[in-house]
């Protein structure tokens, strides 16, 4: 396992479609996160799971965002309905659950969203 | 909720320069802070992180940086880049002791290299 993968790395959609992105996090990586990028800014935490629960979730997450994690190991981020303002790069990280403070998050590569 | 600052979001320097990155954050307890670097092509990786501990933080690649508490500072330092250090550097702050594992992120700064 050489670390986070996701799939597609690119996607381009026309507005009004629904697409779904897939994040195989590091295997025995208890956490799972989805992050937002946009051009010139950092990215932007939209949610967070550990094992299949999802624990956290950003105002930013509006209800046309879905994410599921089912058995506690891949995740997939739908949206749907998905408007030229979605137009972005979705990042995934994992981190292992640890019974301390320090929890590293290792990034995969991204799937770049393009809405026309 | 945390947030973090970091200015001079476009920094051209020469090999052998110095660097010094600012990194600002608000948040009044205890966090955990980190620097990620994204390198051309590539995604985020880790350069270097603080916990606890020695405030001063060495990590990959002759980067180090220094956790300022009084001033809510962790501004990233090398003493002489290369042009392979040529890339986006972020700044990321998250509070695990208040069940926050969220990373809040700064803007980054994009660094280029000149040889």
């Known amino acids: 396992d050489t670390g986070v993968s996701q799939d597609p790395r690119h996607k381009i959609t026309k507005r009004g479609q629904n697409v779904t992105f897939r994040c195989d996090p590091i295997s025995e990586h208890n956490r799972l996160y989805w992050y937002r990028q946009t051009l010139g800014q950092g990215p932007e935490f939209l949610t967070y799971f550990q094992n299949e629960a999802q624990l956290e979730k950003s105002r930013l997450l509006s209800d046309r965002f879905s994410a599921e994690r089912p058995k506690g190991s891949f995740s997939t981020l739908e949206i749907q309905r998905t408007e030229q303002g979605d137009s972005a790069m979705y990042l995934c990280?994992?981190?292992?659950?640890?019974?301390?403070?320090?929890?590293?998050?290792?990034f995969g590569p991204g799937t770049r969203l393009t809405v026309l | 909720a945390q947030s973090v600052s970091q200015h001079n979001h476009h920094v051209i320097l020469s090999e052998a320069a110095s660097l010094e990155l600012g990194c600002n954050y608000s948040y009044g307890g205890t966090v955990n802070l980190f620097w990620y670097v994204q390198y051309p092509g590539q995604h985020l990786q880790l350069l270097l992180k603080y916990f606890s501990g020695d405030p001063l933080v060495k990590g990959i690649k002759g980067f180090e940086a220094e956790f300022i508490k009084s001033k809510f500072s962790f501004n990233l330092r090398k003493p002489s880049v290369q042009w392979s250090d040529t890339a986006e550097y972020f700044c990321?702050?998250?509070?695990?002791?208040?069940?926050?594992?969220?990373?809040?992120f700064g803007k980054g700064n994009q660094v280029v290299v000149i040889p």
């Open positions: 990321a702050v998250n509070a695990p002791f208040r069940g926050n594992n969220r990373l809040a």
């Open positions: 990280a994992s981190s292992p659950q640890s019974s301390g403070s320090d929890d590293e998050q290792f």
